[in-house]
């Protein structure tokens, strides 16, 4: 399984941002697929969490109300739809998938596959 992030940036606070996560390969229909993010200096975190079988999404409580992950399954890809960007955001995002499960808080537990990261600026 192979997973390959996308579509990172330089936005000024308040933007947008869209990122894809392309999957690839062969892969259960229990796949969950999460976003993480690395602040320069900090630890990564999980942000966003996916279960493309059914739809269901989580969220850190940091991005809720302004990130919204989805999923195409015709294409095998997972979006991660970023608004009212802060300077808080500012990270290298990734992506992850795993069959394993999503924490109430946005977090993919016992990721499996990694894809590297795209970088998300948001600077004014």
């Known amino acids: 399984v192979q997973l390959q992030a996308s579509g990172g940036g330089f936005v000024q606070p308040g933007g947008s941002l869209r990122l894809s996560c392309k999957i690839s390969?062969?892969?259960?229909?229990?796949?969950?697929v999460g976003w993480f993010r690395q602040a320069p200096g900090k630890e990564r975190e999980g942000i966003s969490c996916?279960?493309?079988?059914?739809?269901?999404?989580y969220y850190r409580d940091s991005v809720k109300g302004r990130f919204t992950v989805s999923a195409d399954n015709d294409k095998n890809i997972v979006y991660l739809q970023m608004n009212n960007l802060e300077f808080e955001d500012t990270g290298n995002y990734f992506c992850?998938?795993?069959?394993?499960?999503?924490?109430?808080?946005?977090?993919?537990?016992?990721?499996?596959?990694w894809g590297q990261g795209t970088l998300v600026t948001v600077s004014s």
């Open positions: 992850a998938g795993g069959v394993s499960y999503c924490s109430l808080s946005g977090s993919l537990l016992g990721s499996e596959y």
């Open positions: 390969g062969s892969f259960s229909d229990e796949l969950r």
């Open positions: 996916i279960f493309p079988g059914d739809g269901a999404t």
